[in-house]
């Protein structure tokens, strides 16, 4: 059974810094992409970034890009996301999701799904 | 803001149909890109509901059907079912966007 397990939310700062975190299991982690979606209180789901299988590739939405970086550690079956820089937009549930394939796919969807971690950027 | 429209609301009578439509432009579904549904129920991950366009997973109820059409997609619910009161988003790549999936704004269904 897959499973996708965050940690790592919880209360930072403006301009502050916080590492999520997403241990997967149930399947061979480093055969695919891995994705991280998050949700603003109330809002809609926003794509935030792709890393490849290998973790060679990464792919990030320009609302994040130059402060969060999404990384992977195949050994330990994680996946992680530096937030840098954090900004009250920030704020959202970050669920983590696995990919269809081994590198990004512009056909790329998420059947399974982490239960999510709550950021909050308030001082 | 999205670059995916979907209506803020949709509502139905049990037993009704309801549709529910995903605008796009040329740089995305209207590029061929595939289209993607999920229902979100409050407080819970998004569930896959209908992956390329119109293939339902496994276990999702052939109520759940997918469309598309030039740079718009669909999702109908027939039989609408009081468990079918949820939020749903589609999803689609946009090639005007540096190595950017995309989800539409998100609809609430209300079943009456």
């Known amino acids: 059974e897959v499973q996708l397990l965050e940690s790592g939310g919880g209360l930072v700062q403006p301009g502050g810094s916080l590492r999520l975190s997403c241990a997967a299991s149930g399947f061979t982690f480093s055969s695919y992409v891995m994705s991280w979606v998050r949700q603003a209180p109330g809002k809609g789901l926003e794509w935030v970034s792709d890393v490849s299988g290998s973790g060679a590739r990464t792919y990030y939405a320009d609302s994040v890009k130059g402060r969060f970086t999404i990384s992977r550690d195949n050994s330990k079956n994680t996946l992680y996301l530096q937030m840098n820089s954090v900004r009250a937009e920030d704020t959202a549930v970050y669920f983590c999701?696995?990919?269809?394939?081994?590198?990004?796919?512009?056909?790329?969807?998420?059947?399974?799904w982490g239960q999510g971690t709550l950021v909050t950027v308030s001082s | 803001q999205s670059v995916l429209t979907q209506p803020p609301s949709v509502s139905g009578a049990p037993g009704q149909r309801v549709t529910i439509s995903c605008t796009g432009s040329?740089?995305?579904?209207?590029?061929?890109?595939?289209v993607h549904w999920y229902q979100q129920l409050p407080g819970t991950a998004p569930k896959l509901l209908i992956y390329g366009n119109n293939n339902r997973p496994s276990g999702v109820p052939d109520r759940f059907s997918g469309s598309k059409s030039g740079a718009s997609a669909s999702l109908a619910i027939t039989g609408l079912q009081a468990e079918d009161e949820a939020d749903y988003y589609c999803?689609?790549?946009?090639?005007?966007?540096?190595?950017?999936?995309?989800f539409g704004t998100g609809t609430k269904v209300t079943v009456l």
């Open positions: 999803q689609s790549y946009d090639s005007s966007l540096s190595g950017s999936h995309v």
């Open positions: 040329r740089s995305n579904i209207g590029a061929g890109y595939e």
């Open positions: 999701a696995k990919g269809i394939t081994y590198n990004f796919d512009t056909s790329g969807y998420y059947y399974y």
